[in-house]
């Protein structure tokens, strides 16, 4: 256990849950590690709840930050680590306690992996209340290509995060991890998945990935698909075929909704509402 594992925790608003996360990483098997809890301007107490943990164990360290997003709040955190490996940690999830004793020796022995993850664990207010449950499977950047298929605190290296120029701080609204895994890996860096629940990830109808899905996930992904164009066009024929699948089934939903009963009731009940709109209009 000597290989230093560096936890980058970028707090904004979630204080509240640091106590939980961060006990998670107190309790590691593994003790190869240090832990910085990034306050990116947060308004609330982040920084007194910090220095409390900094207080009980010397491995936990607090930097401050003016508020730039995720990505910023964890390049700057990798940015004042020393480890040789990084683990990102969101401030409201958690760590299975033989986390790190699972994964670290994964990355230490291959040479050509670059990230490490393992299956996840989806829960809502305890870790005991699990509501979904993720096994992901893939081995390249293929498994990557048109969704994000591993979490954002995977273990990879730092000099991968410097090689391809850390987390991308222009993409405000989410998905940053998606496109970072996918430009570590795309130069021929392996994918390696421990196949056991050592992730708890805590889900949230106001999360930033659900906010991200439901106003920013075309955007996004076209960002994406544009950055890493030329593994796109490589795939080109497997990228059309998936395109027009979406596109095919955006079509269906409509049409399923508009033959839907609940579509027809309100048909009926808005009608007296579109014929003195029209008429309204008629005068003008």
Request: hydrophobic share 35%; glycine share 6%.
């Amino acid at each position: 256990m000597s290989t230093l594992v560096s936890i980058i925790v970028p707090c904004y608003n979630q204080a509240h849950f640091l106590k939980e996360s961060l006990q998670s990483v107190l309790e590691q098997t593994y003790t190869a590690w240090e832990c910085i809890i990034v306050n990116d301007g947060s308004p609330d107490d982040t920084e007194s709840q910090a220095m409390r943990w900094c207080e009980k164990d010397d491995r936990f360290k607090y930097v401050y930050k003016e508020n730039g997003g995720l990505s910023s709040a964890r390049n700057a955190g990798i940015q004042n680590c020393e480890g040789t490996f990084i683990l990102p940690l969101d401030a409201d999830d958690m760590l299975h306690m033989s986390f790190l004793e699972k994964l670290v020796p994964v990355l230490e022995n291959g040479v050509n992996i670059g990230v490490v993850s393992c299956n996840s664990i989806f829960f809502e207010d305890s870790i005991s209340n699990v509501v979904n449950k993720r096994e992901p499977k893939g081995e390249s950047y293929h498994a990557l290509l048109f969704e994000n298929i591993m979490m954002a605190s995977s273990l990879y290296r730092k000099e991968s995060w410097a090689q391809v120029g850390g987390y991308d701080e222009s993409m405000k609204h989410g998905l940053e991890d998606w496109e970072f895994w996918i430009a570590i890996t795309k130069g021929g860096m392996t994918i390696s998945f421990v196949d056991e629940y050592l992730f708890y990830y805590r889900k949230s109808k106001r999360s930033m990935l659900t906010h991200t899905i439901k106003n920013h996930l075309e955007d996004t992904s076209k960002y994406v698909y544009k950055k890493h164009r030329e593994i796109y066009i490589d795939k080109f024929d497997t990228t059309m075929d998936y395109l027009f699948y979406l596109i095919k089934k955006h079509r269906l939903s409509e049409d399923n909704l508009k033959t839907s009963l609940e579509y027809k009731i309100g048909k009926v009940i808005t009608k007296p509402f579109r014929l003195i709109k029209g008429l309204l209009r008629y005068k003008k």
